[in-house]
Structure formats: C-alpha cells, structure tokens
C-alpha cells in the first residue's frame, strides 16, 4: 500500500461548492478506480481555501498509470478541476514502521 | 483534533540513523506531550530522503504553543535535528467528512 498526498489550492469563494463536487467524485468516480483503498480530506488552517487529499492505493501504478491514464481521471477532473486555483501539488509515501 | 503534517529533508545517506532516532524521540518525547494523539511516518517515493510527519492533536495549540514552547520541543529537536538539511515545513490541517 502507499499513500498519495494531494494539495490543492482552491478559489476563495468556491470552498462550500467545492467540496459538493469532490463528494460526488469520490463516490462516483475515485471509489471505482482499480486499487483504490480511501480517501481522507483534510482543509487547511492556515491556509483554509488549501485542502489535502490523502488517498491510499495498493500499488504506485493503480495511479500513476491506472488511474491517471483512465477515461475515470477525465471525469474526475470534469468534476472538481474547474475550482482549482492552480495545479495541484502531489507526492507519494511509503508508510514506515518506526 | 487536528493534523500536522511536516515534511523533512534529511541528508542523504543518514535516513536509518534518522529512523532510530526518530523512534526514541516519538515514544521518549513527542508521545509524552500534552494533547498528543498518535504519529504516523511516510517516506517519500519520488524522494526517498524526504519524510512526511502525521502527527494528530487534540487541538493547534497543543502543538503550537503547549509543544513548541516547552523543554520538551528542545529534546525533540536535540534527538532528529540534526539529519534535517533544510527547515522541516509544517501546516495544520482539519479534518473534513465529505
């Protein structure tokens, strides 16, 4: 398993319908996606118009390669791309046991 | 409860030694801090030596001013500082039910 973290800058203003639009892509879309596990949203304090996605895949490639180069990737940037206020920022993590 | 999430370079070549260290200071300090919750690790894909810190609070104070303010951050800091090679980034993030 790995985890993707997303950060997102969305336009101030759009927060509310934003985050309505991302209900629907995760339910409709992101959920379908083969070896997609969850999805965590978590909003900025100090930067409230900023979210972060925390989606945890079983393998790198489910999204870099079979998420990402899907007819799904499409949908789910139709449905919440429009209030990004810029590209968004993603890495991914490999959890350690310390 | 709210998240940070910090993200730290460490030097290339020290990542175990920063591990070990790392987990003496979750379980002999940051575990002891008022407020805190749990810690989860990630370590980069694309940058393998850099590191993502999870760390749960039960509030942003408890971290900002409880934690950062006390003698316990100066064992924290004494323990993994050191492996950093440039300032760790941090932001405080709120968890959202979608």
């Known amino acids: 398993m790995i985890t993707e973290?997303?950060?997102v800058d969305i336009v101030p203003g759009q927060e509310q319908?934003?985050?309505v639009a991302l209900h629907k892509a995760v339910s409709t879309v992101l959920s379908t996606a083969d070896g997609y596990i969850s999805f965590t949203l978590q909003k900025g304090i100090e930067n409230p118009s900023t979210y972060a996605f925390l989606i945890e895949w079983e393998t790198?490639?489910?999204h870099t390669v079979g998420f990402r180069e899907s007819e799904l990737f499409?949908?789910?940037?139709g449905l919440i791309?429009?209030?990004f206020s810029s590209p968004p920022r993603v890495e991914h993590w490999q959890g350690i046991s310390l």
Chains 1, 2 share one sequence.
């Open 17 to 19: 319908e934003f985050e």
């Open 74 to 77: 499409t949908q789910w940037r």
């Open 81 to 83: 791309g429009k209030h």
């Open 60 to 62: 790198l490639e489910d």
């Open 5 to 7: 973290i997303a950060v």
